[in-house]
């Protein structure tokens, strides 16, 4: 192997990549609006849903049920309103997620014992927020019935424990329970795959479309030499971008990062020579640049999207596709990438994902080096 | 009502002229084609030839000057002109994915072919094409031949009076490409004029008159055989001789040569006056120690005209320069 | 020339086919050091396929082949530092300067910095670009970007070098400059197998294969090629070419006949005979015509004749 060719076709690659404004944009602005986009807007939380009221009573306890919706963090009273009209309006047009209507006789109702009953009504269109709603309401409702049964109770000169079992709650991990800290590390898989992926399966199918393809194989060349020569500067672009987008999502996301440099490296190495070789094995096959772009789309960034556990915790799947992320590398440098930024877990115990990645690399790199031959058919 | 030129000429261009902000793609050209005429266009690539064609077909304005193709202003009634011109380019002009009857019936909705005459038009181009039998095939598949003759048809389906031709036939064997001139030439029979432009000689020579386009201006006009005696500069002589290679380091400082270039075997050289020429080189050779095997006068080409003409106009705007 | 015991290039009995088409036919020739051979044909013949397989890109079905001594076929990696090969669409990075362009085929051959420096200015020169070294080459005009082609085949001094369709689409003036270089390089001693489609360069090399179909019909230089026809061939000159034709197409002696613009081509059997025997046709029909003479005839006349006369079957 003369190496003299290889740095000929990598510093050709080189030039050309930092000559064409699309590839440099994405080299460069792509992992930051991908980090910007995902951090900010997308947020699994569930905070400050707006809510309308219609409190039909208007009584002291009434006030004193709807004081504690305001003081939630987890509801937002938008306003207070005088009729169902206007509830089922604001149901329909988004501007409240949830009505909540105290019935006439809340005050007589909960003066003689009870039981009284607060009405929900909520907007199911996204069951999952849905269930979470009904879930805070029924939260805050039973806080207020158990005080006043607590009051109720002293009132008549009995006096009883307060809430005989309650849960103490301490979340590791992420205790701000930020889900851009969940979902930001994921990102970088994001970018790999369109830098590993995307990027490269253009590189052969270019000089292929471009007819320079049929000249380079009558030189001495190598098709070693190519491929490796070929992928170098995306293995240096795409390790660089690992480390703009560690950063951002330390100092600019405050996501917590509590284990190994290193080991976010090597990993980062590892998954980046599977998406290169898978690049590079579309863009052998496909021989024209249209149809290798959109493989490798499909191929790579989709289930990094979708079913790599990096937006959708895997868990949470059918079982079949359970199962189906096995098979998919991605799924492993999810897994590493959250266990290393949020869970600090030591590298002797990262072995279940590392070695499907490890076995993933080499069979990728093999399978790429063989689909490469230096012949026109 | 614009003015309709004198009956029988289909192309009259008088000082046309076009500029690109500073630059002269084509500077005051004049010509007029006759009905039926079959007319070629040469000329280097930069010199002009596309600009013109653009223009002719109504797809570019002329800066000044005036063409009437086929009666209308190129300027004033573009649509006009494009509906009554069909444009054939071998290499652009079909999908190589359809079948050749959809090629048909795509050009014959693109020319506006009328309805009641669809059917027709299209027997008539395949009948004309050769390519009866043959509807179903995907074009791309077709060898080179075929495809020309289906180009042809399809840029005739509206019957126009004028067609223009983007280098037709290179590429293609001789024998296919004589019945495809064959083609051609019954169509200017019947009064269809013929606008050929290409850099291929062996075209040249079916056109029965040639314009010479250099910067933008015509050098040379007339019929191939005019070109061949009166436009050339000198006399061609071609000479065997051996060694060839210091023969024509010799010749190049011989008085009298104009130029001198091996060919194949051979040399060809251009002098002022072939008959005087002749004993003295060969004498002058004799001198240098290369023995001349065989010396005689032969016709130039119309590559030879083609380049003598362009080279000395080169030079003499160096001259200038 | 200088002769040397090995040809450059020996191709014995190359064979190819693709799906349904036999693209080259059990094709054997060889070529020189020091001569431009020719494959002449129209598209179909051949002529790619066979420069394919000689650069060692595409492996023949059957047949052998070496060039500048090595096996092309059965070694064709060791083979490619000797020979060049200038596909159709060459392969220049038009993102890439004159400069960077030629350095990446000169490291991919090899070719180490001051002899790359110093051959490159040399050819750039003689090619007259250069003031364009920092220029993108997707910058250049059309002659210019053949050049550069030509500049990059050449930095690594093969010995063999495979043109295919050098010229196609190039104005006769380039096409000229590039013929000029051709000769210069076979001076050194190169060899050179070009393609053409235009069968009238086939005069310009020293020896030429013409080739249809995929089969060898002649190989042999012009000129032998030429005295091996056997009939004559007859230029005609008259202002109504199309009166003349349909005077003369019923007359003896006549293989073919070509309408040219401003006359007419036959070949005829014998030409001293025919020629007065027309004149006098014509004189009694009343066809004006300017002269008949005998002509040379052309690499076409003869490839129409091999090929009319069932040679090779045609469509």
Redesign the interface.
Known sequence: M?F??L??VA??EV??IL??SRSLAIVVIMPVALMLLFGYGVSLDLKGLPIYVYDRDGSQQSQDLLKRFQASEYFNVARVVNGYPAITRALDDGHAKMGIVIPWDFSLRLRDGGPVQVQALVDGTDDNTANVLIGYAQAVVQGFSAETQLNWLRGRGQSIQPAPVSVETRTWYNEDLESSAFIVPGVLALVMSVIGAFLTSLTIAREWE?????????????AMEIMLGKLAPYFVLGMFDVIVCALIAIYWFHVPFRGSYVTLLVSSALFLVVVLSLGFFISVLAKNQFAACQIALLVTFLPAFLLSGFLFPIEQMPVVLQWITRILPVRYYVSLLKKIFLKGTPTAMLYADLIPLVAFALVLALLATRSFH???? | MPERPEQGTSVAVENLVKRFGGFVAVDRLNLEVRKGEVFGFLGPNGAGKSTTIRMLCGLLKPTSGRALVAGYDVAREPEAVRQNIGYMSQKFSLYNDLKVIENLRLFAGLYSVPSNKLKERIEWALQMANLKGQENLITGTLPGGWKQRLALGCAVLHNPPIIFLDEPTSGVDPITRRQFWDLIHKMAEEGVTVFVTTHYMEEAEYCNRLALIFHGKMVALGTPAELKRGSMNGELLLIECEPLGNAVEALQSAPDVMDAAVFGNALHLVVPDAASAMPRIEKYLADNGIAVGRIERIRPSLEDVFVSLTTARDLGEEGKA | MTDQVQPAIEAEGLTKSFPGVRAVDALSFDVRSGEIFGLVGPDGAGKTTTL?ML?????PDAGRATVAGFDVIRN??RA??A?S?????????E??TVD?NI???A????VRKPEREARSAQLLQAAGMSEFRKRLAGKLSGGMKQKLGLVCALIHRPKVILLDEPTTGVDPVSRRDFWRILYELVAQGVAILTSTAYLDEAERCHRVALLDEGRLLFCDTPANLKARMSKGVLSVTSPEPRRLRSELEHADGISSLVLTGDGLHVVVDDATRRIPEFEARLKNASVPFDAIQQVAPSIEDLFVDAVGTGASPHA
Not at chain 1, 212 to 220: A, K, N, V
Not at chain 3, 55 to 59: E, F, L, Q, R, V
């Open positions: 003369s003299t060719r740095l000929a510093r050709k030039i050309q000559r064409d471009r007819g320079s393809m049929e000249q380079l194989i009558s030189t001495p060349v190598s230096k012949r026109l058919q | 394919r650069a060692g890109i595409m492996p064709p990696e490619k530092h020979l090969y200038m596909p159709q669409r060459f392969g220049l990075y993102d890439l960077e350095r990446f085929y490291d991919l051959f090899g």
